[in-house]
């Protein structure tokens, strides 16, 4: 079967931009099944589906979600507030049901990694069908800020985690879209390449995104990418998230 190329789907993905601000507007019935099935037709481990989606549209939910992340207003304004969650609670209750005890399988590194990356793919299949859908997204990564509050709010088992969240609704701004690195710093092909071989190319990007910050911010923020990265990231953050996997039934090793 030959499959037909769509340039529309090419310029949509190079389109994609994080939504911050959104209109007061609800997203219809017809098209959040569009997302959530587009979301379901994602790739999956062994086709197990190890993830669930909770869909928060309640406001006082949605505000203590948005507390939780960080005093993100946007978690509140949208009109969707999607949760994607590691789900391996389902595998081990049907596999109880069928009289096999799976635990040693899923306390495994390797099970935790198929129902994140489960979860992750599900999440982008979802980003798409909405930007589709002339919806704009930003995904929320500030839910692990207070991982423990977050599974009591939604009433997490366990076996289950938020890997993060998804604002989904109308947008009330089109922001400029950032600047990613060049080809020549993320794709290599047939081996691995030095750093040095790279440098070169960040110091360009690093200049690139000084130039973008500054227009964006009005002359007010001048670092480069590589100095942002490194102060953002120099400081360990979320340290409780290993002890929290742990107790939600995914005791890394």
């Known amino acids: 079967m030959n ?9 949509l993905l190079q389109n994609h931009r994080s939504i911050r601000k959104f209109r ?27 993830y669930s989606i909770i869909g928060v549209t309640d406001p006082i939910r949605k505000k203590k979600l948005a507390e939780y992340a960080g005093s993100q207003p ?5 009109s969707h507030f999607l ?5 391996l609670y389902r595998l081990e209750k049907i596999a109880l049901q069928q009289g096999v005890n799976m635990t040693a399988a899923i306390e495994s590194t390797e099970m935790f990694m198929v129902a994140t990356i489960d979860a992750a793919l599900v999440a982008q299949n ?26 009591q709010l939604l009433e997490l088992p366990k076996r289950v985690y938020p890997v993060f969240g998804m604002c989904i609704g109308y947008p009330g701004e089109i922001p400029d879209q950032k600047p990613r690195l060049p080809l020549e710093a993320i794709y290599f092909e047939n081996k691995y390449k030095r750093f040095e071989e790279v440098n070169k190319h960040l110091h360009q990007y690093d200049e690139i995104m000084r130039a973008y910050y500054l227009n964006r911010t009005h002359g007010i923020r001048s670092e480069t990418w590589s100095e942002t990265m490194t102060n953002k990231r120099k400081r360990p953050r979320r340290m409780n998230m290993k002890s929290f996997l742990s107790e939600q039934g995914f005791p890394l090793a």
């Open 24 to 50: 007061d507007q609800k997203i219809s019935d017809p098209d959040l099944v569009n997302i959530i099935t587009s979301a379901q037709a994602a790739p999956s481990s062994s086709h197990g589906q190890s």
């Open 126 to 151: 979802a980003a798409i069908a909405a930007e589709a859908l002339g919806l704009g997204i930003v995904y929320t990564g500030g839910l692990r800020n207070h991982p423990y509050e977050v599974a």
């Open 74 to 78: 946007q978690v509140e304004s949208c």
């Open 3 to 11: 499959v037909e190329p769509n340039p529309d789907v090419l310029k």
């Open 83 to 87: 949760v994607f969650c590691a789900d």
